[in-house]
């Protein structure tokens, strides 16, 4: 072999179960496009073996892999190293093997969140004015912490356990305030983007139950679920003619930056990635 032949890398996702991942599919295509030598590949792997399969990762020659249901908060105890962001999130999403073997855990749903909204609307400005968030799940906290950090001046917190979104709102502080559940139809009157987190509106789910009345014409729509691709909540906001950002754009956009940490290269994502994937919703 060439002395400057191109590593083989090695990464992958673990869940359990796992079959249902798209994220072989994307990085199995990022792989191909940029012409690297590598793979990612499904790791099914169960609650009680995560520490031994995550400790096998250096031994078995992998750059790291991404974390799945139900594994991303175990992982905050058996890791080495959390990124800052990772402890906000509560979450690991993407570890990381280092140069010494030791694992590193971040989160990229935050980022992939940010980028999505941005990419499907360019026009929303964070600090134009408040956000009203539904839900108060994994995802409800990267998504609180995407637009803290872009500067958006307010946001509402809904939840169907009210609970729940008074400990988050305590959690990430006075931009965050939590509001009774029945009080989110209201809620709506000075929003610029209102975001759904639930898994209402997903396939095989009741649909979410709000009323857009109160909600600004110009206020951005954004729904997390992909499956379907436009939900009954997408779908009321076109109709009255809000602008809308998917929920597929996140799933996306979160694979990014875990891909440039093992293969190190930051992919786009092309028109053919977007219908591969859906072609499989």
């Not at 990124?83 to 979450?91: E, L, Y």
């Not at 000075?190 to 095989?204: E, F, K, Y």
Request: with cysteine.
């Amino acid at each position: 072999m060439a002395e400057h032949a191109q590593p083989f890398v090695l990464a992958g996702v673990m869940g359990w179960p796992v079959a249902h991942s798209r994220s072989p599919l994307i990085h199995g295509q990022w792989i191909a496009q940029h012409g690297l030598r590598g793979a990612y590949v499904p790791l099914a792997v169960q609650p009680a073996q995560l520490e031994q399969a995550l400790r096998a990762l250096p031994v078995l020659g992998f750059a790291g892999c991404n974390l799945t249901i139900p594994h991303k908060v175990q992982a905050l105890s058996i890791l080495d190293q959390i990124d800052p962001i990772a402890r906000r999130i509560g979450a690991v999403n993407t570890v990381v093997v280092q140069a010494d073997g030791s694992l590193r855990g971040t989160n990229t749903d935050a980022f992939g969140y940010i980028e999505s909204l941005r990419e499907a609307q360019p026009a929303w400005v964070a600090a134009q004015g408040p956000a009203v968030v539904l839900g108060a799940g994994g995802a409800s906290r990267a998504v609180l912490c995407a637009l803290i950090d872009a500067g958006v001046p307010l946001i509402s917190l809904c939840n169907r356990d009210a609970g729940k979104a008074q400990a988050l709102a305590q959690e990430f502080g006075k931009v965050v305030q939590a509001l009774p559940w029945d009080e989110r139809h209201a809620a709506l009157q000075d929003a610029q983007l209102l975001v759904n987190t639930t898994s209402l509106g997903m396939h095989g789910q009741d649909a979410l139950d709000i009323r857009l009345d109160a909600l600004p014409p110009k206020a951005v729509v954004s729904d997390i679920v992909y499956v379907p691709r436009i939900t009954p909540l997408l779908a009321a906001a076109q109709a009255r003619g809000n602008p809308i950002a998917e929920g597929m754009g996140m799933l996306l956009h979160q694979a990014r930056p875990a891909f440039a940490a093992w293969f190190g290269h930051l992919p786009a994502i092309s028109e053919t990635l977007l219908q591969t994937v859906r072609s499989t919703l």
